[in-house]
């Protein structure tokens, strides 16, 4: 199959503009008579499903939580992109899509993107009207702070709560319309295929997690919306239930999946504590502002620090290793989330790992204690001040900046992080890959659309802090309800869609059958046993460090290991009742087969990129070694000369990177 993206012809500033004015459009009266069906009500779906209600569509919408309002996108703390300018500090829609494709290695769509940029603004003026609180200065107006990889400031945020106010903001949207009828909500149920009815999406099967009830439900088009997959990981920073199985499904039923292998890995996380752990805590990325990471220089002090013999306060500048300030003194503390991470496990295989585990690095605020305090004494006209009290002044100015941070690391590690090092290890956090959808977000599947994390287009092989909240609001807000609207156009007189025909049947009998195999399978080993296992192999082998050998033998790995569950997984309970040990059989079944395709498109891949770091790459002198390849078609068409390429590859060489230049029609 051709892959056609549909992005429209033109000059990429007016694509979208002259786009939008020429497609079918279905008129009030008719939307009346068109059902949507939206899985996933996060940032995304929760967006979509307000506006395609409010616009008079009849919405269903699917969530496996109990409410929308607990979909994983609350957990988001730092931002939401715009490019508002407000701050008068020269950003403009250019330079954050600019910034959005650079940032993603140059391997997103970058019509998409620049679509994302023009609508961001929107999405401000759109949350400002519903409520949003989002933070503003001492004059009252809306406040913005700095991420990594730009240099402007344009990310909105409310506190560290922003994924939370947005989504509260939404779901109020939402539940407008459900008080209208407009939607009709289904909490607790979780969509386990797609139907196609003659070539199209019309409709879906689900299951009443709280009754086990199977269930079908149509539509005319069906939406997914179904949020990322880092969990294939088992360990990530995601909410415990993030899944692939909404897109897993529409992609065995014929929907191209991309990028399955482009993971972001986020270098400021709480370690693992050990082989018990379900779960990774995110610490911001701001923190780098002001921490220095470091590993102790000679094996014996990690030795005797994992020993508990000594302590990390114990150690002399010159017994410490400022690794990224020594590896790049340009950048220090504040290279790339990638670079970041890749140093941090490089360290950690090395041996000098600080923690149990042996994959911890240090995260130390003692210098900007020292600075700060400094600083303070000298305004508060303190004369000679102690060295405690410098301390003290020092550690106030960070407790004001990032107090509510350092409050959580000390409740989940149970240790001072004012007066001890934080300790810090890369962590899964975004997957960038997702199911290919075309510039209408359609997926190859008519009918069928794939929006916010759950789709591949707008982030490449990295995704830019703040981007993915502005992403999901884009798509649910403001792209897909027009688009979406083209392909309903053929749709106003096609009337009710039919649950009694014969690929309903066939769709649900696949989905009971299964279910009915894992309760009576009485296997031996648990859901929890394989998805450990998987995720083991995934971060082992299909993690930063990639190298041929190590994918092949995850590919075998991966493959032994589903035919195991199959035969031998247990599901406790029946499946008439609220069993999650169930659910979560089903969504570690889709993992299995996911991470297969995840490790085989890694090695096709014979390129570092983003978080990903391909081992063959290594250089005589044993530096790392990365190849890039650049798609510059549209900003070439922007810019009209390739000047971006030449001055990227000035910033790409200090980390000793070749650029291959490639382009693509
Ligand atoms: C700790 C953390 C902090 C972050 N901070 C930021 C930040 O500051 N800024 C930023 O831009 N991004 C941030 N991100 C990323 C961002 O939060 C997510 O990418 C984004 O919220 C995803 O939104 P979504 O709507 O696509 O999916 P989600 O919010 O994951 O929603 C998925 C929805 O799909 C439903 N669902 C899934 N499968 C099924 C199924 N089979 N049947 C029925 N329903 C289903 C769920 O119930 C849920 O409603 C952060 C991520 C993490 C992990």
Same mark, same amino acid.
């Given at each position: 199959?051709?892959?056609?993206?549909?992005?429209?012809?033109?000059?990429?500033?007016?694509?979208?503009?002259?786009?939008?004015?020429?497609?079918?459009?279905?008129?009030?009266?008719?939307?009346?008579?068109? +059902?949507?069906?939206?899985? =996933?009500?996060?940032?995304?779906?929760? &967006?979509?499903?307000?506006? @395609? *209600? !409010?616009?008079?569509? $009849?919405?269903?919408?699917?969530?496996?939580?109990?409410?929308?309002?607990?979909?994983?996108?609350?957990?988001?703390?730092?931002?939401?992109?715009?490019?508002?300018?407000?701050?008068?500090?020269?950003?403009?829609?250019?330079?954050?899509?600019? +910034?959005?494709?650079?940032? =993603?290695?140059?391997?997103?769509?970058? &019509?998409?993107?620049?679509? @994302? *940029? !023009?609508?961001?603004? $929107?999405?401000?003026?759109?949350?400002?009207?519903?409520?949003?609180?989002?933070?503003?200065?001492?004059?009252?107006?809306?406040?913005?702070?700095?991420?990594?990889?730009?240099?402007?400031?344009?990310?909105?945020?409310?506190?560290?709560?922003?994924?939370?106010?947005?989504?509260?903001?939404?779901?109020?949207?939402?539940?407008?319309?459900?008080?209208?009828?407009?939607?009709?909500?289904?909490?607790?149920?979780?969509?386990?295929?797609?139907?196609?009815?003659?070539?199209?999406?019309?409709?879906?099967?689900?299951?009443?997690?709280?009754?086990?009830?199977?269930?079908?439900?149509?539509?005319?088009?069906?939406?997914?919306?179904?949020?990322?997959?880092?969990?294939?990981?088992?360990?990530?920073?995601?909410?415990?239930?993030?899944?692939?199985?909404?897109?897993?499904?529409?992609?065995?039923?014929?929907?191209?999946?991309?990028?399955?292998?482009?993971?972001?890995?986020?270098?400021?996380?709480?370690?693992?504590?050990?082989?018990?752990?379900?779960?990774?805590?995110?610490?911001?990325?701001?923190?780098?502002?002001?921490?220095?990471?470091?590993?102790?220089?000679?094996?014996?002090?990690?030795?005797?620090?994992?020993?508990?013999?000594?302590?990390?306060?114990?150690?002399?500048?010159?017994?410490?290793?400022?690794?990224?300030?020594?590896?790049?003194?340009?950048?220090?503390?504040?290279?790339?989330?990638?670079?970041?991470?890749?140093?941090?496990?490089?360290?950690?295989?090395?041996?000098?790992?600080?923690?149990?585990?042996?994959?911890?690095?240090?995260?130390?605020?003692?210098?900007?204690?020292?600075?700060?305090?400094?600083?303070?004494?000298?305004?508060?006209?303190?004369?000679?001040?102690?060295?405690?009290?410098?301390?003290?002044?020092?550690?106030?100015?960070?407790?004001?900046?990032?107090?509510?941070?350092?409050?959580?690391?000390?409740?989940?590690?149970?240790?001072?992080?004012?007066?001890?090092?934080?300790?810090?290890?890369?962590?899964?956090?975004?997957?960038?890959?997702?199911?290919?959808?075309?510039?209408?977000?359609?997926?190859?599947?008519?009918?069928?659309?794939?929006?916010?994390?759950?789709?591949?287009?707008?982030?490449?092989?990295?995704?830019?802090?703040?981007?993915?909240?502005?992403?999901?609001?884009?798509?649910?807000?403001?792209?897909?309800?027009?688009?979406?609207?083209?392909?309903?156009?053929?749709?106003?007189?096609?009337?009710?869609?039919?649950?009694?025909?014969?690929?309903?049947?066939?769709?649900?009998?696949?989905?009971?059958?299964?279910?009915?195999?894992?309760?009576?399978?009485?296997?031996?080993?648990?859901?929890?046993?394989?998805?450990?296992?998987?995720?083991?192999?995934?971060?082992?082998?299909?993690?930063?460090?990639?190298?041929?050998?190590?994918?092949?033998?995850?590919?075998?790995?991966?493959?032994?290991?589903?035919?195991?569950?199959?035969?031998?997984?247990?599901?406790?309970?029946?499946?008439?009742?609220?069993?999650?040990?169930?659910?979560?059989?089903?969504?570690?079944?889709?993992?299995?087969?996911?991470?297969?395709?995840?490790?085989?498109?890694?090695?096709?891949?014979?390129?570092?990129?983003?978080?990903?770091?391909?081992?063959?790459?290594?250089?005589?002198?044993?530096?790392?070694?990365?190849?890039?390849?650049?798609?510059?078609?549209?900003?070439?068409?922007?810019?009209?000369?390739?000047?971006?390429?030449?001055?990227?590859?000035?910033?790409?060489?200090?980390?000793?990177?070749?650029?291959?230049?490639?382009?693509?029609?």
């Amino acid at each position: 199959m051709a892959l056609d993206s549909k992005v429209p012809k033109g000059p990429i500033k007016d694509k979208w503009t002259d786009y939008k004015n020429q497609i079918n459009l279905v008129n009030p009266a008719n939307k009346r008579n068109i +059902d949507v069906i939206v899985v =996933g009500t996060g940032l995304a779906g929760g &967006s979509a499903s307000a506006t @395609l *209600a !409010e616009l008079g569509y $009849n919405v269903k919408a699917f969530a496996y939580q109990d409410s929308p309002r607990r979909a994983h996108s609350i957990a988001a703390q730092g931002g939401i992109n715009a490019a508002k300018n407000y701050q008068g500090d020269g950003d403009s829609t250019y330079r954050l899509f600019y +910034d959005t494709v650079k940032g =993603g290695d140059y391997r997103s769509r970058e &019509s998409n993107v620049y679509r @994302l *940029a !023009e609508v961001s603004a $929107n999405i401000i003026d759109q949350c400002v009207a519903q409520g949003v609180p989002f933070a503003r200065d001492y004059g009252g107006l809306l406040d913005n702070r700095s991420f990594g990889g730009v240099l402007v400031s344009r990310t909105f945020y409310a506190k560290g709560q922003t994924g939370q106010q947005l989504l509260l903001g939404a779901y109020s949207a939402m539940n407008r319309q459900i008080a209208r009828g407009k939607i009709e909500m289904f909490n607790r149920h979780e969509m386990l295929d797609v139907v196609i009815v003659g070539g199209k999406a019309r409709g879906i099967i689900a299951r009443n997690l709280v009754t086990g009830e199977i269930e079908r439900h149509s539509a005319h088009a069906v939406v997914i919306a179904s949020g990322g997959y880092g969990n294939v990981y088992f360990l990530s920073t995601n909410a415990m239930g993030s899944n692939v199985t909404a897109g897993w499904k529409v992609h065995k039923k014929g929907a191209y999946f991309a990028n399955p292998c482009y993971t972001q890995i986020h270098p400021t996380c709480i370690p693992r504590s050990g082989d018990y752990q379900s779960k990774l805590t995110l610490m911001s990325e701001s923190l780098r502002n002001d921490g220095r990471i470091w590993v102790p220089k000679h094996m014996e002090d990690v030795l005797a620090i994992r020993e508990g013999k000594k302590k990390p306060t114990e150690l002399t500048e010159e017994q410490r290793d400022y690794y990224l300030e020594r590896r790049y003194p340009a950048f220090g503390n504040l290279v790339p989330r990638d670079v970041a991470s890749r140093a941090a496990k490089e360290r950690s295989d090395a041996g000098y790992g600080v923690n149990a585990t042996g994959e911890a690095v240090y995260l130390d605020f003692a210098a900007s204690f020292e600075r700060y305090g400094k600083e303070q004494a000298k305004i508060q006209n303190i004369q000679n001040p102690s060295e405690a009290k410098i301390k003290a002044l020092g550690q106030e100015i960070v407790k004001a900046k990032y107090g509510n941070l350092f409050q959580m690391y000390e409740k989940i590690v149970d240790e001072n992080p004012y007066e001890t090092p934080m300790m810090i290890y890369p962590a899964v956090h975004y997957t960038m890959g997702g199911v290919w959808v075309d510039y209408n977000l359609m997926t190859t599947i008519p009918g069928c659309y794939a929006i916010g994390e759950a789709n591949f287009s707008d982030h490449g092989a990295n995704r830019l802090g703040a981007s993915a909240l502005m992403q999901g609001l884009a798509d649910g807000y403001f792209v897909l309800p027009y688009t979406i609207g083209d392909y309903l156009a053929d749709d106003i007189r096609t009337g009710t869609i039919s649950t009694e025909s014969p690929e309903f049947e066939a769709a649900e009998k696949e989905v009971t059958e299964r279910i009915e195999f894992f309760i009576n399978n009485e296997g031996t080993h648990s859901v929890d046993y394989y998805h450990k296992k998987l995720g083991k192999i995934m971060w082992d082998k299909c993690g930063m460090s990639r190298n041929a050998e190590g994918l092949e033998t995850a590919i075998e790995e991966i493959s032994a290991l589903r035919k195991d569950f199959w035969q031998n997984v247990n599901v406790p309970g029946t499946s008439a009742e609220y069993n999650e040990q169930l659910a979560k059989a089903g969504r570690v079944a889709d993992f299995l087969e996911l991470g297969e395709l995840f490790a085989k498109d890694a090695l096709v891949r014979e390129e570092s990129a983003g978080g990903h770091f391909r081992e063959e790459h290594q250089t005589e002198d044993g530096e790392a070694k990365r190849i890039k390849e650049f798609q510059f078609v549209s900003a070439w068409e922007y810019k009209g000369e390739p000047k971006d390429a030449v001055l990227h590859k000035e910033e790409l060489a200090y980390e000793n990177i070749e650029v291959k230049e490639r382009s693509y029609k």
